[in-house]
């Protein structure tokens, strides 16, 4: 079965400096991988996804993941954080077909100003 | 184009009582799935309506159980509350099979 382990449970930056957000995932087969945002009160909004095309993949508001198979990672960065980034971001996994989407953990991010 | 919309927005209920929460997809969706969002988790996957049709569901017990409408709009309800049951209670609908989901703002559920 896929699983996804987003290794930070909290990341803080300062506005304007970079962001990493980290994600490892496990399948058996070639799956297809998401990030999604929740803003406090708000559903969760797909920034990005991977479906076995190229392995930089860019998404909305500046943020992108890089696929990196032998590494079993699908890490989001961003070059200049905005307090307006400020949320829970998650990492899905999901395999191919009509599989459910599993979803890690989250990682809180905080912009400092 | 309203996208997934949820009701109510927050519930309190009692341990042992039943709860019943709706989900309007996106227009032109056809296709809906419930997750549970425990506090400080990601979301779990509890089982997925097409064609007014359970076609997939999770590792949630059969207290969960849910109805996809004609319109294709969807109810999750769930039967003697425990305290476990407490979370956000998001919708997701898509176009059929393994496409792009659109997330509804969820159903806060507290048992008390």
């Known amino acids: 079965a896929q699983s996804v382990t987003q290794l930070d449970s909290h990341v803080s930056v300062s506005e304007g400096t970079p962001v990493l957000l980290r994600c490892n995932y496990s399948s058996s087969y070639s799956p297809s991988l998401f990030w999604y945002v929740q803003h406090p009160n708000k559903g969760l909004q797909l920034l990005l996804k991977?479906?076995?095309?190229?392995?930089l993949v860019k998404g909305i508001n500046g943020f992108e993941a890089e696929f990196k198979k032998s590494e079993t990672s699908f890490h989001l960065t961003k070059p200049s954080a905005h307090m307006s980034d400020a949320a829970e971001y998650f990492c899905v996994v999901s395999d191919p077909g009509n599989t459910p989407l599993v979803f890690g953990k989250g990682t809180r991010l905080s912009v400092i100003a | 184009d309203a996208g997934v919309t949820q009701s109510p927005t927050h519930l309190i209920k009692t341990r042992g009582q039943q709860v019943t929460l709706r989900c309007s997809p996106k227009?032109?969706?056809?296709?809906v799935s419930w997750y549970q969002q425990a506090l400080g988790q990601g979301p779990q996957f509890i089982f997925q309506?097409?064609?007014?049709?359970?076609?997939q569901r999770g590792n949630f017990p059969d207290r969960f159980s849910g109805h996809q409408f004609p319109n294709y709009s969807s109810e999750l309800n769930v039967n003697a509350l425990l305290l476990g049951d407490s979370a956000l209670y998001l919708c997701?609908?898509?176009?059929?099979?393994?496409?792009?989901?659109?997330f509804g703002p969820g159903t806060r559920l507290t048992v008390t």
């Open positions: 227009s032109g969706h056809d296709t």
């Open positions: 991977y479906t076995s095309a190229a392995t």
């Open positions: 997701a609908s898509s176009s059929g099979f393994g496409y792009e989901q659109y």
């Open positions: 309506y097409y064609e007014e049709e359970e076609r």
